[in-house]
């Protein structure tokens, strides 16, 4: 049976805040694909974040982790809310997303960040400086910082110690390293791998083994960057860059950053891979002030769909396909608030720019 033929499987998770809303407009199109016969492809759902713990006691239930094994990908909405703020640490939401990047093995997130020029003049920075952006940031995702041991808050001699541990091994850096080599085959050969070697020895190895994965591939230029200088030349010439490469915290504030050239944090979808399953979710969060009130921004759950279409289920057709239709409706000059601007001719909901999207690739 051809690949494209056989039946895949995903896990839809929701989540809390604005996550069911974003939700709703990916379901649409997701019928709509496999109505028209473009793939054979089930789903279905389950809990994660503050939802899973209301229910269950458990913000990442087992159950949830069986449906993951068992998909070729998994699309995460959000997670998280102030109601769960005084829960202990290891039930809070937050904790699901670290849960499930272990259990699915997924090391390396790729966040893209590509200007579309309908968007120019939502960024805060001038249009000669962003127009025509296409970079994207690799970001190992299970080591470093966020996982090292010890950590924790110790008291000694009554005074309270917050301890946490930077730590990588050489074959993590490898590993993330290739992902961020082969990527840039496919892309302008260029890679930024992001440390501070200057002062931390986590840093130092990760760009001695920089430098020795390199010759592994002679036709990629590698320049190496402190991460200080690196959010700088950021929001100063963010042409400059194709690939950026980076630890966990590192890559968790550059990312971000790099987000907020597009326009709005809104637009901005990842993709976690490297295990068998991938994790594709926006990087915006649960948004809980304007949770309910039909205003968040779906493009970034839409183009986090296209995403795990391209890297999982290997459709680059599809992925192609709902980008376009993202585009075309920006073009229309339709709007969610938080990137209206100039060019803007109508501003709509999450409900109506969901809408638009899906009209747009129905007629495509």
């Known amino acids: ?9 995903i896990l839809l998770l929701p989540g809390d805040g604005i996550g069911p809303e974003v939700f709703a407009p990916v379901m649409k199109i997701l019928e709509h694909i496999v109505k028209t016969g473009q793939i054979a492809l089930e789903w279905e759902e389950g809990l994660i974040g ?4 209301d229910r269950t006691g458990y913000p990442l239930p087992p159950e949830t982790l069986e449906k993951a094994d068992r998909s070729d990908a998994v699309l995460l909405g959000a997670v998280g809310g102030p109601k769960y703020d005084t829960l202990p640490y290891d039930k809070r939401p937050e904790r699901a997303l670290l849960g ?3 259990h699915l093995g997924v090391f390396a997130n790729l966040r893209p960040a ?16 962003i127009s025509d952006l296409d970079l994207i940031v690799v970001r190992e995702l299970t080591g470093g910082i966020y996982f090292g041991k010890p950590r924790g808050i110790f008291e000694e001699s009554g005074v309270r110690r917050g301890v946490n541990t930077e730590t990588y091994t050489e074959p993590e850096i490898v590993r993330i390293l ?3 080599f082969d990527l840039a085959r496919k892309r302008r050969k260029r890679v930024t791998s992001v440390d501070k070697a200057n002062v931390l020895e986590s840093s130092a190895l990760w760009r001695e083994v920089a430098v020795s994965v390199h010759k ?3 036709d990629v230029e590698l320049s190496h960057m402190y991460v200080d200088n690196a959010a700088m030349q950021l929001v100063r010439n963010p042409k400059q860059f194709d690939v950026l490469v980076t630890g966990n915290l590192f890559g968790d504030i550059l990312s971000d950053e ?9 637009m901005l979808a990842s993709a976690s891979i490297g295990g068998k399953t991938g994790l594709y979710e926006p990087i ?5 002030d304007i949770a309910g009130k039909d205003m968040a921004n779906p493009l970034a759950m839409i183009l986090s769909l296209a995403l795990l279409f391209r890297y999982s289920l290997d459709r680059e057709d599809l992925a192609e396909n709902i980008e376009s239709a993202a585009r075309t409706v920006l073009k229309d000059g339709v709007r969610t608030v938080d990137i209206q601007g100039k060019g803007t001719k109508k501003i709509v909901g999450t409900r109506e720019m969901g809408e638009r999207v899906f009209s747009a690739l129905s007629k495509s």
């Open 216 to 218: 592994d591939y002679p």
């Open 1 to 9: 049976m051809n690949s494209k033929d056989r039946k895949k499987k």
């Open 114 to 129: 590509r200007l579309f020029p309908e968007l120019a003049a939502s960024s805060t920075l001038k249009p000669e400086v």
């Open 100 to 102: 499930i990047r272990e």
């Open 284 to 288: 915006h969060g649960s948004a809980p």
């Open 50 to 53: 503050g939802i899973a713990t």
């Open 178 to 180: 290739r992902v961020a």
């Open 258 to 266: 790099a987000a907020q050239l597009t326009g709005s944090i809104g």
